[in-house]
């Protein structure tokens, strides 16, 4: 009953391959992202999505391609994959009605490796 | 610039012994600040969030302070526990959950 589900948890793939995340929320949340976690271990905003509409995108190059297909869905398509997209993606999800300080509920991270 | 800073990197204690971890935040406009505990593997847990008129706010054993004035916050662990092992993460808002300005984290190692 994990409340942010990632799959894969862990994805090898070779440079140029297309790849996809999927993450999926059981909280009735209204707003989901997609974040980055560098080899430096910061976190940073890659897209937001609320009730299946794009709310902001970062400067993220468009090889990145968010797709929702519900409230409760937000995927991550990326295409020709590049050494420098190894890193910890995390989804996260929010209730929007609560406002800007309702946390942020995190998934548990899928780990890319471009080789 | 918007930035986050906190200290110590790393830190190790004993089980059963009190920490504080510190942040300091040149962000503006303020809105909140929040703590994260992300264990090795898995992803940030929120801890608290602090608003500008509060100054101190519990969760269990942690404790986190908020000066706004000179920007610093910390985070008090009590009575520390192996399960206590993990990244300390301090997040500014500046006014929406899609404004947000995350630290480096501390890394606690809490040993037998």
């Known amino acids: 009953d994990t409340a942010v589900s990632q799959t894969p948890k862990y994805l090898v793939t070779q440079m140029g391959n297309d790849k996809s995340i999927k993450c999926e929320q059981n909280l009735g949340h209204d707003t989901m992202y997609w974040y980055k976690q560098d080899s430096k271990k910061f976190l940073k905003i890659m897209f937001s999505y609320n009730n299946k509409e794009l709310i902001i995108n970062e400067t993220v190059p468009n090889r990145f391609s968010p797709k929702s297909p519900d409230k409760a869905h937000l995927n991550l398509h990326i295409n020709s994959l590049e050494l420098g997209d190894s890193a910890v993606y995390f989804c996260a999800s929010s209730p929007f009605d609560r406002g800007e300080n309702s946390p942020l509920h995190f998934g548990n991270g899928t780990r890319l490796t471009v080789t | 610039k918007n930035q986050v800073e906190q200290s110590p990197q790393s830190l190790i204690i004993l089980e059963g012994k009190n920490c504080t971890l510190q942040c300091n935040y040149t962000v503006s406009p303020f809105s909140n600040l929040r703590w994260y505990k992300q264990d090795t593997g898995r992803g940030p847990v929120s801890l608290t969030i602090?608003?500008?008129?509060?100054n101190t706010k519990s969760n269990g054993r942690y404790t986190a302070t908020l000066d706004a004035d000179t920007k610093q916050s910390s985070l008090h662990i009590t009575a520390s526990q192996l399960s206590d092992s993990a990244s300390y993460i301090c997040?500014?808002?500046?006014?929406?959950?899609?404004?947000?300005?995350f630290g480096k984290g501390t890394l606690l190692t809490v040993n037998p």
């Open positions: 997040v500014v808002s500046r006014g929406s959950n899609y404004k947000l300005t």
């Open positions: 602090m608003t500008f008129s509060e």
